[in-house]
């Protein structure tokens, strides 16, 4: 875990304790200096697997940074008497860091989603970020990851974004990131959003943190997923009287 941030642990998984904009630029001058860098950006489904897996909860522990994907990480931490300024979102980031690579001319490789998705990601990309150099693509539905890792080894990009969901995504990073000194960075669901085949929530949900609450009338198929929410509520809130 790289130092540059203060850390707020909510239930053993250390949160870079800091604002977008300045997560951004340390991320950027990483980048340009070709460090290897392992981003996660974690919502509380992250968290209470992490806590029934250890494998995975090791991985997270070699990550670079985790960033405050969610409300519910910033609830969190304020119950736990350790508030944080704002979410870091993996698709803000992504965006951000698209539109940065855009006017660095920077290359981008980029892994996951269904095959039309994908396709329809590279338009968008193409026509969004013509300056990015986008090196090469490939969908979710790959057997093994190796030949991917080879190719992404050869072209070497400055980022490599995976969005096969966790805790595949991660352990995909942890296993090959030595394979390519630059970005590594599991982003979800991110490209079925880039590429219009989901839609965001709008702002007023987004404004109130209520992201959640449109996933969940617009998707009622995650009702089982959003059941953890309560349950970390309750962990957290554990955690708290523990430490009085």
């Not at 203060?6 to 340009?32: D, G, K």
């Not at 709008?202 to 059941?227: D, G, N, S, V």
């Amino acid at each position: 875990m790289s130092k540059e941030f203060p850390l707020v642990n909510v239930l053993n998984v250390p949160f870079i304790n800091t604002t977008q904009a300045a997560f951004l630029t340390t991320v950027e001058s990483r980048i340009n200096a070709r460090l290897n860098t392992f981003i996660v950006t974690a919502n509380p489904e992250i968290v209470m697997y992490a806590r029934e897996n250890p494998d995975y909860q090791r991985i997270l522990s070699n990550a670079d940074y985790i960033t405050p994907d969610g409300i519910g990480i910033l609830k969190g931490a304020a119950i736990l008497g350790t508030p944080m300024p704002e979410r870091i979102t993996g698709y803000d980031t992504m965006l951000a860091l698209l539109k940065w690579g855009n006017e660095q001319q920077k290359s981008v490789y980029l892994v996951g989603a269904k095959p039309e998705v994908i396709t329809d990601v590279a338009t968008v990309v193409a026509d969004r970020y013509p300056h990015l150099n986008v090196v090469g693509t490939n969908d979710g539905y790959f057997a093994d990851f190796a030949p991917i890792a080879q190719d992404i080894a050869k072209t070497k990009p400055d980022m490599v974004f995976l969005a096969v969901g966790f805790p595949k995504q991660e352990q995909l990073i942890a296993d090959y990131r030595h394979q390519n000194n630059g970005l590594w960075m599991g982003v979800g669901g991110s490209f079925d959003v880039l590429s219009g085949h989901t839609k965001r929530a709008p702002k007023f949900f987004q404004q109130h943190h209520l992201e959640w609450f449109y996933r969940l009338i617009t998707e009622p198929t995650r009702f089982k997923r959003m059941m953890v929410l309560p349950r970390y509520l309750n962990t957290v809130k554990k955690a708290a009287r523990h430490q009085k």
